[in-house]
């Protein structure tokens, strides 16, 4: 029997080898598993099938995992290293675990009795052919159990996209120790991993894919839509079914229309795109998701937006993860043809820039999105509204989030799971069109015109990265921080605005947990540090290898994407990338690497990526730096008064109670690195290496001068409007800039400055009639007038002497009357 299945196998593996790829689910499962190659290893599959059992087995040699038709030999006794959990395809179908299965576990569990380091490994594994969820009118598809011709028909049609699902390795050990090794608990084993699977299938092909108009149907018979309707006719004076009729056609603006077969032909697409694109693309922490899926949540993933590649770039990832493509919420500004219908049928629904005024609009999006996460569907919205145009992450809109809590209070029956995650690139296909922006040129509106211009772009953009934050459950979140939100309430309660904000701002600072760095953004960092944007080729590559050992040592978070590469080769790489700017020139002492002037501006984008994880050691050795010799005590002190602001401004992690271990581990590295020197409670410079002290130090630079800015304005007029401060605070900036050759476009957003200002107030720096309290103003103006060189300094305290006092009187006297 044995040797008759080994040659319908072999005769399998040449079709198959030529139909289906292999696609492991993760893939690399001994790494991101963490299994114990050591330990014995048995596979569970969840029906008899030896189709599945070739693509498996190939899946398993492809990824260096022991081979499933090797039996483990454990103290003399041979056991199979593979068991299915039924029978598969037959008349009467098996409601229970194979009795082979079940004796096969009572056997491993046995051998734990005696042997106390055995730690046999249960590791389920399915093969997924297609990944079609079908349509509520339709049924769901016949893709589990399938007969030798359907497998046939199978293997050709979804050869290309079947995938190999790996999953967390459960372990007998565990099991023996906690619930004992009797036949019952074989059982109890069995069971468990036919529940995996079915969840398993869920959550690979998600809930069947709805009935539109029988969903609008639905969505206009909910009474706070009727009512909304009616007060539409009556508002515009329509009959009523005019109203009902508007309120049909905002819905099929609105929805998505997934097609499975178009989602198909995506990948195909997508996958050309990324082969011409990027030389890779990493993926990180999607352990976190399918874990997740598979624990029932609903899933909201957050990304951060820094490109129109985003939308289709995370929907490819999560499809080769094993995931649901979720329904993305995309501006209406890409409801155009073609583009509009593909992604429609991709999964897009499409929201307007602003619902102000329109209530009709508003409840019908409310409820449509109430309505996905009702049935399951994963969901995916931009909270900063728009793509960065500066690489930071903006401030965040909070719109969406409010209701995606109002969802969670409507009787939400799944828990509702929030995932931050990190998109970021080497080039970014925009970038040129950002500049621009940044000097003014109107935002272009995207038609099929611009898409054709883009692709014709096409070309070697370096790496793309997507890491997956650390996850924010709703429930447990409003449990920690808001107790009371499950108190049933007619009107909007008072946490709620609170709860929507801190959860957003949540958000942002866990995409920033999670960024990567790359070769890109550290070249960019270190040239950007030179005031002539240029470096000799040794100076360079010691402050990439200063960075890199750094971001090692005093790690931001656990979850940032650090590069492997040496510094010679990050350089190398960058040099390779087409079009960033980055020119190699020689004279008679070497290599110096340049920064193109025109160049400048687009590099900016990249270090603001990764700026938020070196503002804090930049920090330090600015003070280090600018004092040449300081207690740590004063360094401590100045860092915490200044770190508020940061911490807002960049969405940084680390509590203020947590800020002077931080700092301790910073200057034990600058000591390491020989950046600094150490007596006792004082820090000083180490003029071998300054010029290194020097580079560091200058990724804070432009934001101290942002600040010294508005303090100076604050402190000669105290009483100054808030509006008129913003514009005076961009206007010097804006000469600044000019006069100094400042490239970063953020330098004199006005957004920023607002920020910074808004945190003033929250820590204090305005009494209780709103002007400035000159006293602590002249604390942190004398830490920031130490850290800005003298030329700066005159230069701001100049052009604020210049300007317009009829500005500043006009404001206090607006002020005086309420009209702020």
């Not at 050309?272 to 352990?287: C, F, H, R, S, T």
């Not at 600094?676 to 820090?683: A, K, S």
């Amino acid at each position: 029997m044995s040797t008759l299945m080994n040659l319908y196998r072999k005769c399998l593996e040449f079709p198959l080898s030529f139909l289906v790829k292999n696609s492991p689910i993760p893939h690399n499962p001994i790494e991101e598993l963490q299994l114990d190659t050591a330990q014995p290893i048995v596979y569970v599959l969840p029906y008899t099938s030896q189709t599945d059992f070739v693509v498996f087995r190939n899946n398993c040699l492809h990824v260096g995992l022991p081979d499933p038709l090797v039996e483990n030999e454990i103290n003399g006794k041979m056991l199979p290293r593979y068991v299915f959990l039924d029978e598969g395809r037959q008349f009467f179908k098996s409601k229970g675990a194979k009795k082979e299965t079940e004796t096969i576990f009572y056997n491993y569990l046995e051998l734990h009795r005696t042997l106390a380091e055995l730690d046999v490994q249960v590791i389920p594994v399915s093969v997924l052919w297609g990944r079609s969820p079908g349509r509520e009118d339709k049924g769901l598809p016949n893709l589990r159990l399938l007969n030798g011709v359907q497998k046939t028909i199978a293997a050709i049609w979804f050869g290309r996209d079947t995938f190999v699902r790996f999953s967390q390795a459960v372990s007998m050990r565990y099991m023996v120790e906690n619930h004992g090794a009797d036949e019952r608990i074989s059982q109890k084993l069995a069971r468990i991993a036919k529940i995996h699977f079915a969840r398993q299938r869920i959550s690979a092909t998600g809930p069947r894919l709805p009935n539109r108009q029988a969903m609008f149907n639905k969505l206009l018979q909910l009474p706070v839509v009727l009512q909304a309707i009616e007060d539409e006719a009556k508002a515009k004076k329509l009959t009523p079914e005019k109203a009902r009729k508007e309120a049909e056609k905002i819905l099929q603006e609105i929805a998505a229309d997934t097609n499975h077969t178009s989602l198909r032909m995506a990948d195909r697409f997508l996958r050309w795109l990324w082969n011409k694109l990027y030389q890779g693309i990493e993926v990180e922490n999607a352990d976190r998701v399918r874990k997740l899926a598979l624990e029932g949540h609903e899933i909201v993933y957050v990304p951060c937006h820094r490109s129109h590649i985003d939308y289709l770039l995370l929907s490819y990832v999560l499809y080769h993860q094993g995931l649901v493509p979720p329904h993305i919420a995309a501006g209406i500004n890409l409801n155009f043809w073609p583009a509009g219908p593909l992604f429609r049928s991709w999964g897009a629904f499409f929201i307007r820039r602003t619902f102000k005024g329109n209530r009709l609009y508003s409840t019908l999006f409310r409820e449509y999105l109430a309505e996905l996460f009702h049935r399951g569907y994963s969901v995916e919205y931009f909270i900063e509204g728009g793509r960065s145009r500066t690489g930071r992450l903006l401030t965040p809109k909070t719109g969406m989030m409010s209701m995606t809590l109002q969802a969670l209070q409507q009787s939400q029956t799944r828990p509702i799971s929030i995932v931050p995650v990190y998109v970021g690139y080497e080039h970014v296909i925009e970038v040129d069109t950002y500049a621009k922006e940044l000097r003014g040129a109107e935002k272009e509106k995207e038609n099929a015109g611009l898409v054709l211009r883009v692709i014709k772009k096409l070309r070697n953009l370096g790496k793309g990265f997507v890491n997956f934050g650390e996850p924010i459950t709703l429930a447990t979140y409003l449990n920690q921080h808001y107790p009371e939100w499950k108190e049933e309430t007619e009107e909007r309660p008072a946490w709620f605005n609170k709860a929507v904000d801190a959860v957003s701002h949540q958000v942002m600072i866990n995409i920033n947990k999670a960024a990567a760095v790359n070769a890109m953004n550290l070249t960019g960092t270190a040239l950007l540090s030179s005031r002539q944007r240029a470096l000799s080729r040794e100076q360079l590559l010691e402050q990439l290898g200063s960075y890199q050992q750094f971001l090692q040592n005093v790690s931001y978070s656990e979850d940032v994407i650090l590069p492997n590469e040496t510094p010679e080769e990050m350089l190398e790489h960058v040099l390779s990338l087409d079009r960033v700017g980055v020119l190699i020139e020689k004279d008679n002492f070497g290599e110096l690497v340049r920064l193109e002037r025109n160049s400048a501006v687009l590099m900016t984008y990249y270090r603001n990526n990764i700026q938020h994880l070196f503002v804090l050691p930049s920090l330090v050795a600015s003070l280090i730096l600018h004092y040449e010799a300081i207690q740590k005590d004063l360094v401590v002190d100045a860092v915490t008064k200044i770190y508020p602001f940061l911490k807002a401004e960049l969405f940084l992690h680390i509590p203020l109670e947590q800020i002077q271990e931080k700092i301790e581990r910073i200057i034990a590295e600058f000591q390491r690195q020989q950046l600094i020197q150490c007596y006792e409670n004082m820090l000083s410079i180490h003029r071998p290496r300054v010029r290194g002290l020097q580079l560091w130090a200058s990724a804070v630079r432009e934001i101290l001068q942002r600040y010294t800015i508005t303090i100076n304005i604050l402190q000669n007029h105290p009483e100054i409007g808030r509006a008129v401060l913003e514009k005076e605070s961009q206007s010097v900036a804006q000469r600044l800039a000019v006069l100094h050759g400042i490239n970063a476009p953020e330098f004199f957003d006005r957004a920023v400055f607002s920020t910074f200002i808004n945190n003033l107030k929250d820590n204090g720096y305005f009494n209780e009639a709103g002007n400035g309290d000159v006293n602590k103003l002249k604390e942190l103006s004398d830490i920031l007038d130490h850290m800005i060189s003298a030329e700066i300094l005159l230069t701001i305290k100049g052009a604020i002497d210049k300007a317009d006092e009829e500005a500043f009187a006009e404001s206090v006297t607006d002020k005086a009357e309420g009209n702020e």
